[in-house]
């Protein structure tokens, strides 16, 4: 095996051992597309990803500047040339590629391309897409050792993708099953103490009409407890409607989610709520944290509303002692003791999801003060994932 054989079948085992530990699909894609150029030796790489129409759903490339591609414009959609290798599904080598009889040729401000590489990436026994390669290094074409080692880094992208869409399917599953679970909760929860509230109100508004011509004051006094008793009804139901809003972080970003959070507690538990949050902080959180991150938010507002009766909460994020952020929600309610406190409130899954991202959480709290519930989280550094 001569020096550059070796050089390559390094690249490969180092590109395979890259490509496993990238489980993001988004940075994984682009790490195909990088690892494929280095390793064969090409001057620009891309990854295209196909849809169920056979056009390319997503294009990722390699070894052209931001300031080229916005020049050129909008991406390939996954015609002419392309579309025949898309619908092929088996490697394609060429010298040149305006020769083909389906080269539509390039678009303005495009760098020119010669020499082409293209090879399926396979993923579940479908073809996934193309790794795309152009312009061979130090040669005017690539050869079949070229692209016997790009069918390689091509199927070891195909595990890596698969195991990728796994991990996205088991945290869809994951965030499915917390879901009901807490779904669960607040219909025991509704069981047990709303509509036992109801029952006891029709029950004590029987009574208060059997005796309301011999008692009219006693009546009277069963009639305010009963509107005491229904307005706390309504105030619980309302917290359980907040609690099982659906919020999407990936949809509207982790600053918006937690204001919404924020927004919908003042209006469904009738408190004064305020929001501080750090646009740094915020985006030091990693990205694999957010979703618990929010969840966290949640339960302990959720928990607020249903249990604090306070009339003001605070919810703040800020960076202290350089890397770690911070969250901060705090209330004015009627507080509790966190180590006595019945763990159906909450507390034991809040700490395990803040445990599961690193974090730390502390909560305080005394009898008629409120209380403060602290989340400290390693935040990603500059570089990080």
């Known amino acids: 095996m001569d020096g550059h054989a070796q050089r390559q079948t390094a690249g490969l085992v180092e590109a395979g051992l890259a490509l ?37 759903l997503r294009f990722v490339y390699s070894g052209i500047d931001q300031d080229t591609a916005d020049r050129i414009g909008d991406l390939p959609q996954g015609r002419g040339l392309l579309g025949v290798l898309l619908e092929g599904g088996r490697p394609m080598r060429m010298r ?30 479908r073809v996934f897409g193309r790794l795309y390669l152009t312009e061979k290094q130090d040669a005017t074409e690539f050869t079949k050792d070229d692209e016997r080692i790009a069918m390689t880094l091509a ?21 499915e099953l917390a879901v009901l679970e807490e779904r669960q909760r607040i219909s025991k929860e509704l069981h047990d103490g709303v509509i036992q509230s109801i029952y006891s109100v029709g029950l004590s508004l029987q009574g208060a009409m059997s005796v309301v011509d011999r008692d009219p004051e006693g009546t009277k006094k069963r009639m305010d407890d009963a509107i005491g008793t229904l307005d706390n009804v309504v105030r619980d139901v309302r917290s359980y409607i907040f609690a099982l809003q659906p919020k999407s972080v990936e949809e509207r970003g982790l600053k918006k989610a937690i204001e ?26 990693p990205e694999t944290a957010r979703g618990d991150f929010i969840q966290i938010a949640r339960e302990i507002l959720s928990n607020v509303a249903r249990h604090a009766q306070a009339s ?29 406190v019945r763990r159906g409130h909450g507390l034991t899954n809040i700490e395990k999801r803040a445990e599961r991202i690193g974090g730390h959480l502390i909560v305080t709290s005394r009898q008629s003060k409120g209380s403060v519930h602290t989340l400290s989280l390693p935040g990603k550094r500059d570089g990080d994932g």
């Open 96 to 125: 040149e590629i305006s020769e083909h009889a389906d080269s539509y040729g390039f678009p303005p401000n495009h760098p020119p391309m010669h020499s082409f590489l293209g090879v399926p990436i396979i993923v579940r026994d």
């Open 155 to 175: 199927a070891q992208a195909g595990v890596a993708i698969q195991n990728a869409n796994l991990l996205e399917e088991v945290k869809a599953r994951g965030d």
């Open 260 to 285: 919404e959070l924020v927004k919908d507690l003042g209006v469904n538990a009738l408190t004064e709520a305020t929001v501080q949050l750090s646009d740094d902080a915020l985006e030091m959180v």
């Open 312 to 340: 003001e909460v605070s919810v703040s994020c800020a960076v202290r002692e350089g890397a770690t952020v911070v969250m901060t929600i705090e209330d004015d309610g009627i507080g509790f003791d966190p180590v006595t």
């Open 20 to 56: 496993a530990s990238e489980l993001d699909l988004d940075a994984l894609l682009q790490r195909i597309a990088d690892l494929a150029r280095e390793v064969v030796g090409a001057r620009y790489g891309a990854v295209g990803v196909v849809g169920e129409d056979g056009l390319l």
